[in-house]
Nanobody, 128 residues
Framework: EVQLQASGGGLVQAGGSLRLSCAASGFTFDDYAIRWFRQAPGKERESVSCISSSDGSSYYADSVKGRFTASSDAAKNTAYLQMNSLKPEDTAVYYC?????????????????????WGVGTLVTVSS
């Protein structure tokens, strides 16, 4: 059974950093693309990042490019999202998801999100 759990959220001041973790079980990270999403209060869910060790593809939303870095540790079966230079607009619940298409390029439209394996989210709050 594929299961994911995001953790590491909390309260941080603008300009600070947090590292989110996505602990996985029931699958091997190398067999999936790992995606991060977030949903801010009153806003639609948006795609934040994606990494795939299978085909080397990756994606970062323009709003986080240069500030956020996704990575994974196959030995620990854990993915990470390092978030630097945080802004109040980064405040959201963050989710990780596993995509068995193994691609960050294909099947990225919102229509396909329902096909991903979703983890429980973690709240990130960035104060002014």
């Amino acid at each position: 059974e594929v299961q994911l759990q995001a953790s590491g959220g909390g309260l941080v001041q603008a300009g600070g950093s947090l590292r989110l973790s996505c602990a996985a079980s029931g699958f091997t990270f190398d067999d999936y693309a790992i995606r991060w999403f977030r949903q801010a209060p009153g806003k639609e869910r948006e795609s934040v990042s994606c990494i795939s060790s299978s085909d080397g593809s990756s994606y970062y939303a323009d709003s986080v490019k240069g500030r956020f870095t996704a990575s994974s540790d196959a030995a620990k079966n854990t993915a990470y999202l390092q978030m630097n230079s945080l802004k109040p607009e980064d405040t959201a619940v963050y989710y990780c998801a596993a995509d068995d298409t193994r691609s960050c390029t294909l099947y990225s439209a919102k229509y396909y999100w329902q096909s991903f394996y979703w983890g429980v989210g973690t709240l990130v709050t960035v104060s002014s």
